[in-house]
């Protein structure tokens, strides 16, 4: 069997969700989860508890991303 080894490229391209949480696994110290459920329902998860970091934490994200 052929051994399958996962580039660390970026793409355009929509990846699926259970590939890109298997990636982050035993790498992040916290986690902020957004997204649709399968129904089409909002879904927000959260590893931290304090509502400030989890904002804090997405405003970070958002100067990444822009």
């Known amino acids: ?29 916290e986690v902020i989860i957004i997204g649709y459920d399968k129904d089409g329902e909002f879904y927000l998860a959260s590893s ?5 970091d989890v904002i804090w934490l997405l405003v970070a994200a958002g100067k990444e991303v822009l």
């Not at 969700?17 to 992040?28: C, N, Q, T, V």
């Not at 931290?48 to 400030?52: C, L």
């Open 1 to 29: 069997m052929a051994e399958i080894i996962m580039a660390d490229i970026k793409t355009k391209l929509a990846l699926p969700p259970d590939r890109i949480l298997k990636a982050a696994i035993g790498k992040l110290s």
């Open 48 to 52: 931290e508890a304090n509502k400030k």
